[in-house]
């Protein structure tokens, strides 16, 4: 039966059963925190090593060591951890449209083929705000695209879209429908592209998302959103009011997502679009693929078709193709 001594140290938890046998706790992982629980919930003739058995087989996803890294690193209250994938694709073709930037300085001069890239942090600022596993997090991500070969109009950074967020990120695990659900979260999300003029968009909205891991090494996510509203521009310059009133055409009410982990290195990935009207259609794909290239960088090759790239061509329909390196991945 489990009879237990416990004992803590500045580095580790020790327990000691009726028997003699010890087992040493450091950081907790999930097969840890499974024999915890189960030394409060075990049944008296239960032996510790029959419980720890038991939680051995429990195999933790790779999105439960995500959350496990996650909050191992954030025990340092100066961390700032990966929030969003943050690669680099130095060559990204594309066909520029030019109508947005006609009147503006760069004029009908943009080359088709520039550099993507993407920088995506966040801060975990408070944990079990309410209950247990509910956190609450402040996030930033920025997207760039970057004329850096076009020297004649002194390679300039042709669109950049900030789009920080308050999120409140619930990580138990519960059941929807009869799917497993790894993560729920609800935040506030404000995107802008830092423009004025007639090249200013930005967007407002409540997001709500689920991740599902139906298998150890497959993730799928789902988000929905709601815009806040804001009111009609009076004049098309104005710089208060709507800069683009019709943006949901476009972008939808949603998305879809997935993430195929291979191995350690290799994963691919996809996010699906569509604003769900029998006419006037409108959508987007993004197909990803990471592979390894040494211990800590991955190659990454991009790959978008549809509306919304970037929040300039929310209305304009985009092809990119791109490589480069990821510097961190979904998990």
Avoid at 139 to 167: C, D, H, K, L, M
Wanted: proline residues 5%; hydrophobic residues 35%; contains cysteine.
């Amino acid at each position: 039966m489990i009879r237990t001594i416990v004992l803590f140290s500045s580095a580790a938890l020790i327990i000691i059963n009726a028997h003699g046998d010890q087992l040493e706790l450091g950081p907790q992982n999930s097969s840890e925190s499974c024999l915890l629980e189960g030394l409060k919930q075990a049944d008296p003739q239960q032996t510790l090593g029959e419980l720890r058995e038991s939680c051995l087989e429990i195999e933790p996803t790779l999105f439960k060591q995500r959350v496990e890294l996650e909050k191992q690193a954030s025990k340092n209250r100066f961390a700032i951890i990966p929030h969003r994938p943050n690669f680099v694709l130095p060559a990204s073709l594309t066909s520029i449209n030019q109508e947005p930037y006609i009147d503006t300085p760069v004029g009908d001069k943009l080359d088709d083929v520039e550099i993507k890239f993407q920088v995506s942090l966040k801060y975990l600022f408070m944990q079990d705000l309410i209950f247990r596993d509910l956190d609450l997090q402040f996030a930033f991500t920025t997207t760039s695209w970057w004329q850096a070969y076009n020297s004649g109009i002194s390679a300039p950074f042709r669109e950049t879209n900030y789009e920080p967020e308050v999120i409140l990120n619930y990580h138990h695990s519960w059941s929807l429908l009869g799917f497993p659900v790894e993560q729920t979260t609800l935040s506030f999300n404000h995107q802008s592209n830092g423009q004025t003029g007639q090249l200013s968009r930005s967007w407002n909205r409540i997001i709500l998302g689920f991740a599902f891991a139906p298998t150890d090494n497959v993730l799928w996510g789902f988000r929905t959103w709601y815009r806040l509203p804001e009111n009609e521009k009076k004049t098309a310059l104005d710089p208060s009011g709507d800069d683009n009133p019709d943006i949901q055409k476009y972008m939808g009410y949603g998305e879809l997502g997935g993430l195929w982990s291979i191995s350690d290195k290799h994963s691919l990935e996809f996010m699906l679009r569509n604003n769900l009207r029998s006419s006037d259609n409108r959508g987007a794909i993004q197909l990803g693929w990471s592979f390894p290239i040494n211990d800590r960088i991955q190659g990454y090759v991009e790959y978008f078709n549809g509306y919304g790239e970037s929040l300039i061509y929310y209305n304009h329909h985009a092809h990119r193709l791109g490589i480069g390196f990821k510097l961190t991945n979904w998990l």
